[in-house]
């Protein structure tokens, strides 16, 4: 149930990347406007963003009265363990993890007999597509995914011009 949490997470939660969902922590989530302010892995780029509520009641499933700043919002990583002494650990934990994850979301969409492979990075795909299809402008999508290049965004766009494109078949006489 954990794996799937962090999934929907990310689905509402700007599809981060699974190596920045497991290492969020409490400090990263300002509750007062719920907002998530973090450093990204990839892009090593302060990012910030606001959570719809969705994403806001999976963090507080997670919250236990006694956390601290410094621990994970989800309890898979170490609270205790200092990862940044041990950089080659915490790529290896995470690399086990990852793949942890993507087993058990590629069982549940095969169980769901989804016509793909479900995989974490499905979770950026998704947030992606949504948004467009909500109506959020491209620029912003490529902004909260924290893209560096727009033309990465647009290929999101395509797929949602496929979409229009079958739809418009029903016109066909």
Known sequence: ML????????????????????????????????????????????????????????????????????????????NEFDYNLSPRYFLSEKITFNKNANLFLHKLGEDLKLPFTLTFHTARHTFATRALNKGMRIEHVSKILDHTNISTTQIYAKIINKELDKAMEIMED
């Open 3 to 78: 794996y799937y949490d962090m999934f929907v997470f990310s689905c509402y939660a700007a599809g981060l990347r699974f190596s920045d969902v497991i290492d969020l922590k409490m400090q990263d989530y300002i509750e007062t406007e719920n907002r998530i302010v973090k450093l990204i892995k990839k892009t090593k780029r302060k990012h910030q963003f606001k959570l719809p509520s969705k994403a806001i009641s999976i963090i507080e499933k997670y919250k236990t009265n006694n956390c601290k700043p410094s621990d994970y919002i989800f309890p898979i990583l170490n």
